[in-house]
């Protein structure tokens, strides 16, 4: 079992910057982040692969920035240029190399409000 810590949520104003962090308890296939907002589906925000590949929610990708570190154990998410409607509980996701098994972080929360 993987266990996913995640750090990083908070309050802040728009036009600001946050950055998530996520540890896993080991080196996974794969690492992302994804998002509920209040009344929403969860959405991905993006995906990080060990070999370095990303697939990003386009919509975010101008302003949102997924990154591993060298152990290839924590996943960040650089947020920029915040808005309103980025309020959200933001979830760390990992995946194995056969994509069916999924291990979920407690979620963060980020409120962007002045």
């Known amino acids: 079992q993987v266990h996913l810590a995640e750090s990083g949520g908070g309050l802040v104003q728009p036009g600001g910057s946050l950055r998530l962090s996520c540890t896993a308890s080991?080196?996974?296939?794969?690492m992302a982040w994804y998002r509920r907002a209040p009344g929403e589906q969860l959405e991905l925000v993006a995906r990080i692969f060990e070999s370095g590949n990303i697939v990003s929610e386009p919509s975010m990708r101008d302003r949102f920035t997924i990154s591993l570190d060298e152990t290839k154990k924590t996943v960040f998410l650089q947020m920029t240029s915040l808005k309103s409607e980025d309020t959200a509980v933001y979830y760390c996701n990992g995946k194995d190399s056969s994509g069916h098994v999924d291990y979920w972080g407690q979620g963060t929360q980020v409120t962007v409000s002045s």
């Open positions: 080991e080196s996974i296939y794969s």
